[in-house]
């Protein structure tokens, strides 16, 4: 075999298991979190149980939450000198979402693409303002989390103790299922990590465009209306906050956890989002059911209220990225 050969060989098995490990780690999660999972009460909760108007309300924070980082971007990319039209932002962010379904964090490359085309918006630059970004949103998470440990400290305690993690856990380290599932995820993230920087650095050398994704990166600091970008920051969060809490009034079970029990659940549900399956998949049902648990509700109520809300939440953003795709080629008609 020569060396062309072995080369495309490799990248072929890489592309695939950049494609498969994710949709097989959401697949093993979700398949453990809902062993013996009796699923003919979640149509049973469709058939009349479950508050639609509530559900509705909840989408409409979830639609709002993309259109604040839209027009965030925007903030980010004026100081570059780039200029695109807000609803092309909002729409490459519908996008960039809806893509993350198909493979998590092609996303990110996806919508600076679509600025690149409808706007002539420099792929590198923008990349730097997505990275900056990410690193914002994960000081964001962080924050938050800081917050709710202090609010919620004993709950987040026997969290730890029922997924094996507190500081007894090496006496139960192999016994415990639910610690695995916690440690596939750390190396999930690791794996992901490991293939993103790979790739970055591989692209950067061929492209030479190391030095705009930098710059990119720097734009943060010389935002035009800082106050205005802190505005939409806090606005994406409250949103993806409210998205989550109003979703509780949709069942009985859950209507009067408190906005605590509903603070500790996002927290732990957005840390786990960052595992690499689609739209965290897996991951996100098994933190969700864990720490609903903790308030009392019983697994089968916590497990298709885990169900119904990252369903319904993924097809909103199935919506929003087919809207996206159809609205762009008709918003720049002259283009």
Known sequence: MSILERTGLKKTINKILQTVFPLLLGAAILVWTYHGFDFRGVRKVLDGEMNYWWMAFSLVFGVM???FRGWRWNLALAPLGEYPKRANSVYAVFISYAANLVLPRVGEVSRCGVLSKYDGVSF???LGTVVTERLIDTLCVL???AVTLLLQSKVFADFFDKTGTNVHFFARLFTSTNFYITLSCIVALGVLAFFLFRNLSVFAKVRGILGDIWTGCLSLRRVHRPVLFALYTVGIWAC????FYVSMFCFGFSAGLGWLAGLV???VGSIAVAVPTPNGAGPWHFAVI???MMYGVSKEEA???ALLVHGIQTFLLILLGI???VALPLTNKKQ
């Open 290 to 292: 864990t720490m609903m």
């Open 240 to 243: 993806y906050f409210f998205q």
């Open 323 to 325: 809207y996206g795709l």
């Open 303 to 305: 497990g298709i209220f």
């Open 124 to 126: 590198s630059k923008s």
């Open 265 to 267: 659940m996002f927290v």
């Open 143 to 145: 924050a938050i989390t």
């Open 65 to 67: 939450g993309h259109v």
